[in-house]
């Protein structure tokens, strides 16, 4: 699947990380991808693109396309554990910080879109709460999105297949790859 944004009416410079930015902003030279692994968060204001895998997990894809800033959380989980100070693993803490991180570059609220995607059904439904995951994730984003008034512009979630995800900054174009199941019959004992 894929999505075009509209074209950015201007270009925006490069910045970097400050103190009041613990998420990296990616910019300069290197490779023209930056990998997002899980329960983490990247923000890119140049010519890269954001690219992540994912299963149960959601990636969130917040972009300010008139200053040409993006961003991705790969959320695992819904909500985060008073014990636990990864907030890039928790939908509910990771967009805030993903907002947060993308305001302290410029990016104006009310200019921001965003895109859903993952969400699978990965494991067995042996376990309601644990098959359900991916369901409860892709809520969760939801839910924490229409509270910061941000539009869902693109989604592609559920389903019980992984996905690969790259999304170009500077297009808004974002293209996801449906993963095969693995599988494996007979062998010896």
Do not use: W
Not at 20 to 39: C, H, L, R
Not at 85 to 113: E, F, N, V, W
């Amino acid at each position: 699947m894929e999505l075009r944004a509209p074209a950015p009416a201007t270009p925006a410079g490069s910045s970097t990380a400050t103190a009041a930015s613990p998420i990296p902003f990616v910019t300069g030279a290197g490779s023209d991808t930056v990998i997002v692994k899980m329960a983490e968060m990247e923000i890119v204001a140049d010519g890269r693109n954001l690219k992540t895998v994912l299963g149960s997990c959601v990636g969130v894809i917040v972009r300010d396309a008139e200053r040409k800033v993006s961003g991705l959380a790969h959320v695992m989980l819904p909500t985060r554990r008073s014990d636990d100070a990864a907030s890039g693993k928790y939908a509910d803490s990771a967009i805030p910080a993903l907002l947060d991180g993308m305001a302290s570059h410029g990016c104006r609220p009310s200019a921001l879109q965003a895109l859903l995607i993952g969400g699978a059904q990965m494991f067995p439904a042996g376990s309601a709460t644990i098959a359900s995951i991916g369901d409860q994730n892709v809520e969760a984003a939801r839910r924490v999105l229409a509270e910061r008034r941000i539009p869902v512009i693109f989604e592609e979630t559920g389903g019980t297949a992984g996905r690969t995800v790259v999304f170009s900054n500077v297009t808004g174009k974002v293209t996801v790859k449906t993963l095969k199941a693995i599988t494996s019959r007979g062998g010896q004992s």
